[in-house]
């Protein structure tokens, strides 16, 4: 009788990326939500890894543009550009407009000094931003590592879980991060990058294309 072939599905599989050292399951699994999350599987496999596609300064603005200066909504360029003006000049929320259009919600947050104030100070009443930023700014205030604890056991206990799954996320990654070959690192920032500039041009084209077949 002929042998029957072996499932591919436990077949093992290809890493994605690279390692210097060993991952342990917890960096496997957080590497693996983390390529799935920001949607960069396939530019990993694309992606070159003999050399930095971008330089320190594109790698910059692009990911500035990500982030701060392109259309979540299908706005034009033209229209968002438009709309950052206007959000930055308002003296009024529109309640409607920022429960339904996420980039004027982004840019009032963002660019509205009014409104920028008052989530600024929302921000600085709870007790989790107040805390995130006490450890991010431990050395410079001058906080031990032990006195930190302490502050954060008067916490809620929400507070500290949040808190310690926050940290315990980024310390799981960096981890794994630094055990990556430097051919899987440059890989890494190149696919992160591809996805990024692709967001940006179909975020740019939607409103383009809806435009001409109207």
Same mark, same amino acid.
């Given at each position: ?8 599905e ?59 200066d ?9 229209e968002? &550009?438009? /709309?950052?003006? $206007?959000? %930055?000049?308002? =003296?009024?929320?529109?309640?409607? #407009? ?79 991060? &630094?055990? /990556?070959?430097? $051919?899987? %690192?440059?890989? =890494?920032?190149?696919?992160?990058? #591809? ?13 383009r ?6």
């Open positions: 009788m002929p042998k029957s072939k072996e499932n591919p436990q077949q093992p599989q290809e890493p994605l990326l690279e390692t210097t050292k060993k991952l342990s399951p917890e960096e496997e699994a957080m590497i693996k939500v983390f390529t799935e999350w920001s949607g960069i599987e396939d530019d990993l496999k694309a992606a070159p890894a003999d050399q930095k596609e971008l330089s320190k300064e594109e790698d910059t603005r692009l990911a500035h543009k990500w982030y701060f392109s259309s979540r909504a299908g706005h034009t360029p033209e968002y &550009k438009a /709309l950052k003006q $206007e959000t %930055s000049n308002a =003296l009024a929320l529109d309640f409607k #407009r920022y429960v339904k259009d996420a980039d004027y919600k982004d840019l009032m947050e963002l660019h509205n000094p009014l409104f920028a104030k008052i989530l600024e100070d929302e921000r600085h009443s709870a007790d989790y931003a107040f805390i995130m930023k006490m450890y991010e700014t431990r050395g410079k205030l001058g906080i031990s590592d032990d006195q930190f604890k302490k502050v954060l056991e008067l916490c809620d206990p929400d507070v500290q879980k949040s808190f310690n799954d926050s940290v315990f996320v980024d310390k799981l990654l960096r981890g794994a991060f &630094k055990k /990556l070959t430097p $051919e899987a %690192s440059t890989r =890494l920032d190149n696919a992160i990058n #591809r996805k990024m500039r692709r967001g940006i041009e179909q975020r740019e084209s939607v409103r294309k809806d435009d001409e077949e109207a």
